[in-house]
């Protein structure tokens, strides 16, 4: 699995009241979520994001409120990943429940500009920077979370694990 | 080998003699929460697994985001959780006029003990940790895999101890606590881990104290807060519930992350500036600086809308007039709350004074109706968040504080010192 994009950069805390604001809440279906998607920080987002593009961030991106609207309005929008320092745990599960990928990585985070191309093999962790020409490793993910991942998010993974 | 006490409840609850930080376990679950934000969007994802839910004792839907239903689209997500509820035979089955604000309720009623594994789609779940349990927040396809099975998958966290020593000064509460907490470990302090109070100052703690200290451990990135089990509790579970429940306290030699310890006596009443429940300021060090005058005033959700808070904010309002330049909303937790205000005067102390009285909600908590507020305008709230946008417009500033300090501010028309109301 591979993703490769143009990246929106971003700073740490991104929280989940930003990435989707409570007063869109009262509706899930995701292609509605997506276009208010970071509409309280960049109010450009959805324009300026094209189909696979990589969102890059600081620490504890996603913090605050539960809501898996978060991860399925960036996911539903087009981003392809979103590379950070560190995630919010309830985030971090959300993405992973969903299938949509998500890597750690402060190298890269470091050394990633706004509108950078970058490429990411998912099998390897490998961070291409193909306009710095440069590379990163991110962390890998424990065995249990791969096998999740493969199986395309939990509820697979519950329907496979029942037989 | 040693656990902490979190260690302890996941260890029991997967079958296993012991647990280690890192090791990722599959826990059974006692109580599965769900709201009317998170609720209906794990109905579609619940039934790609099951048509019944794994315990209708253990699986609770409370309506009290959007309630009273604030506009059609809200009013479809509570008719969907209660056909649900209703449907599936629930027995908590919760509704608008008998019921309040999820992280209030459901220890009110007794639904959750010590000793439980307990997860909520709402990330304030970390609540009822103050009642002894290991409790987490978690997104809609957890909660709806929790629904379907009864069990969830875990990384067992590793912990910070902290322990708490002497006794509050009058005007400042649990609130200040926490606050005081997270300004001094960050915004991702305790990210992925369990934040454990201990120590001779817990017994100087009520038990709404401690459910406000535990409700924001997720805004220092916690997994979980947990208190140890003392007679307060036991006292507090005998009156409210009939549930068996299970005492746990960690190993004398358990191994933490880090042990800080919180001198009580030294806590003075604190406020977070926007945009972060992190940036912690005493009241001592804003009142050095110009006023901070302000437009709005919230004592109330399930950080701070219990009756100890609604007696505080209360004790300061009486005969006094709340600033002809701030609106009030005290919004009480739950319907008990409301009528217990009721009772013993509170709530006609509040409207003499010059506040609205609201039916239990988190509305103006994450700007979703009743107190939204405008571009520019500034609040003090009892609440839980003061992110861009959390309360209504971008460019609205949140200032989160105790409900003594809300209460005071609101005479005050700015941000003032609850000890000095009077002088």
Not at chain 1, 102 to 127: P, R, S, Y
Not at chain 2, 375 to 388: D, P, W
């Amino acid at each position: 699995m591979e993703a490769c994009g143009s990246v929106l950069k971003y700073g740490d805390n991104v929280d989940t009241d930003v990435i989707i604001p409570a007063r869109y809440l009262n509706s899930f279906d995701a292609k509605e979520l997506a276009s208010h998607a970071m509409v309280d920080i960049d109010p450009t987002f959805v324009e300026r994001l094209n189909q696979g593009d990589i969102m890059v961030a600081g620490k504890n991106f996603g913090c605050g409120s539960s809501r898996e609207h978060a991860p399925l309005a960036l996911k539903t929008a087009g981003v392809s990943c979103v590379i950070a320092k560190s995630f919010a745990r309830i985030f971090y599960r959300n993405s992973i429940n969903i299938g949509f990928a998500i890597l750690e990585c402060e190298e890269a985070v470091d050394d990633i500009d706004e509108g950078n191309q970058v490429e990411i093999d998912f099998d390897t962790g490998k961070i291409y920077n193909l306009t710095k020409n440069k590379e990163y490793q991110a962390q890998p993910f424990p065995e249990f979370l791969q096998k999740m991942i493969k199986a395309n998010g939990l509820v697979n993974y519950v329907n496979e694990k029942k037989g | 080998m040693s656990m902490t006490m979190t260690q302890k409840i996941l260890a029991d609850h997967a079958g296993l003699k012991e647990v280690a930080a890192g090791q990722l376990i599959e826990a059974k679950l006692d109580v599965v929460m769900a709201n009317d934000i998170t609720g209906p969007m794990a109905l579609p994802i619940f039934h790609q697994m099951a048509d019944k839910v794994f315990d209708v004792d253990k699986v609770v839907l409370v309506p009290d985001h959007f309630t009273p239903n604030k506009d059609i689209k809200s009013a479809e997500n509570s008719k969907a959780i209660r056909e649900f509820s209703i449907n599936q035979c629930l027995t908590h089955h919760m509704e608008q006029g008998k019921c309040g604000v999820e992280h209030a309720i459901l220890p009110e009623r007794g639904i959750v003990v010590a000793g439980e594994c307990i997860i909520g789609a709402d990330s304030h779940t970390c609540t009822y940790g103050a009642l002894g349990a290991f409790s987490t927040g978690v997104g809609t396809t957890d909660i709806a895999t929790g629904m379907a099975t009864g069990e969830l998958w875990f990384k067992v966290p590793s912990a910070i101890k902290f322990v708490l020593k002497g006794k509050l000064q009058p005007y400042v509460s649990g609130k200040d606590v926490i606050l005081h907490i997270i300004g001094q470990i960050g915004v991702d302090g305790a990210l992925y881990k369990s934040m454990e109070f201990v120590g001779e100052g817990v017994q100087e703690l009520s038990m709404d104290d401690r459910f406000t200290i535990c409700n924001m451990a997720i805004e220092a990135g916690a997994k979980n807060g947990i208190f140890p089990v003392d007679e307060k509790t036991r006292e507090y579970m005998k009156k409210h519930s009939t549930k068996e429940y299970k005492e746990y306290c960690a190993d004398e030699d358990a191994i933490y992350d880090e042990v800080i310890e919180v001198d009580l006596s030294q806590i003075v009443p604190t406020v977070a500036f926007p945009h972060l429940p992190g940036n912690a300021h005493t009241i001592d060090e804003i009142n050095k600086d110009e006023k901070i005058y302000i437009d709005q005033v919230v004592i109330g959700s399930c950080t701070n809308g219990r009756m100890s808070d609604l007696r505080k904010a209360a004790a300061i309002l009486k005969g006094r007039k709340v600033s002809d330049r701030v609106r009030v909303m005290v919004v009480p937790a739950t319907q008990k709350i409301f009528v217990q205000c009721i009772r013993e005067g509170l709530a006609e102390i509040f409207v003499e004074a010059g506040c609205a009285f609201n039916t239990p909600s988190c509305g103006p908590c994450m700007g979703g109706h009743m107190g939204v507020m405008a571009k520019g305008e500034k609040c003090v709230s009892t609440t839980n968040r003061n992110f861009v946008g959390r309360m209504g417009d971008t460019e609205a500033l949140i200032y989160l504080a105790s409900p003594e300090v809300a209460a005071a501010s609101a005479v005050a028309g700015y941000i003032a010192d609850p000890r000095k109301v009077g002088e």
